[in-house]
């Protein structure tokens, strides 16, 4: 009887140490392989409250032939329209919607300058952005229907990380942001390098989550081509975690992930371009159907 209590004790301790064992593994391991099982879908006890949203599709929008990626989904305040630009080529098309998703413009409007980057400057007022390699920074003069006339060069060269940057505006710090390798390389509105990095902790709600992430695992992961900013205090970036298929959004000032949007994805999901963030909505590229899916 002693010999088979003994052995009970025995057991229950070594189930406890598995269960223990289970239970420390860090957050952000789960976020890299996509277990949906998501050890980031709970708190850790050393982590910041992470909430999690499940978005719904609310808008789609249709882009012609020409360029099979979606460089970036912009919405002018003023205009009250959204400009969907192709990346490619400055003859792809740059397809205007109205608030219904709506085509507003015409079949030959095409973006005008290879676009990488595109955002709205609200100091300006101006839609704005970044081309490819050499092609510098720029913006667009609209006519009286919102629709771009010409390109007026900001600044000519390559004032990014690489020629294909993408960036987008940080409107709180006034700068530009592009995601470089595993961190988010700063640039002033001017294009001035400011040789400031922020360092995002993948996956991890904080310190108790955190890990070193390998690039070759940043890039099984995530879009590692573009990147949104939202504006939201504390969720201010977002990557798209292209194996789970959610919206990861972090502190800026931390680095650590506070939100976490997951996305109803029927199609694949693009480790390069195709993803955006304009008026609240985040912004998926379909490129078999070619369409831009909205999801809040």
């Known amino acids: 009887m002693k010999k088979i209590f003994l052995s009970l004790v025995v057991l229950a301790l070594l189930t406890a140490d598995e269960s223990i064992a289970q239970r420390r593994q860090p957050a952000a391991v789960a976020g890299l392989i996509g277990n949906e099982g998501g050890q980031n879908d709970k708190k850790n006890s050393n982590s910041n409250e992470l909430r999690i949203v499940n978005a719904e599709k609310v808008m789609d929008m249709e882009i012609p032939e020409g360029g099979a990626n979606g460089a970036a989904v912009v919405y002018h305040p003023q205009e009250k329209l959204y400009y969907a630009a192709q990346a490619g080529n400055m003859s792809f098309p740059l397809v205007i919607f109205n608030a219904n998703g709506k085509v507003i413009s015409d079949d030959e409007q095409q973006t005008l300058i290879d676009v990488r980057g595109l955002w709205y400057n609200p100091k300006t007022k101006k839609l704005e952005g970044n081309a490819y390699n050499e092609y510098g920074w720029f913006s667009y003069e609209l006519n009286s229907n919102g629709q771009p006339t010409r390109v007026v060069n900001k600044k ?25 390798a595993l961190n988010i390389a700063c640039y002033t509105v001017e294009g001035v390098d400011k040789r400031k ?45 292209v194996v789970k298929k959610q919206v990861e959004l972090y502190n800026i000032k931390t680095g650590y992930m506070s939100q976490v949007i997951k996305l109803p994805i029927e199609f694949e999901v693009e480790r390069f371009f195709n993803f955006s963030y304009a008026n609240g909505i985040y912004w998926v590229f379909d490129k078999q159907k070619r369409k831009w899916n909205g999801y809040k």
């Open 197 to 241: 990095n922020i360092k995002l902790n993948f996956g991890a709600a904080g310190t108790g989550d955190a890990v070193d992430v390998s690039i070759e695992s940043f890039e099984e992961t995530y879009n590692v081509r573009s990147m949104v900013y939202t504006g939201i205090k504390g969720a201010e970036v977002g990557l798209l975690n």
């Open 156 to 180: 000519e060269g390559m004032y990014q990380p690489d020629q294909n940057s993408a960036g987008v505006l940080n409107t709180e710090d006034n700068e530009v942001l592009f995601l470089n």
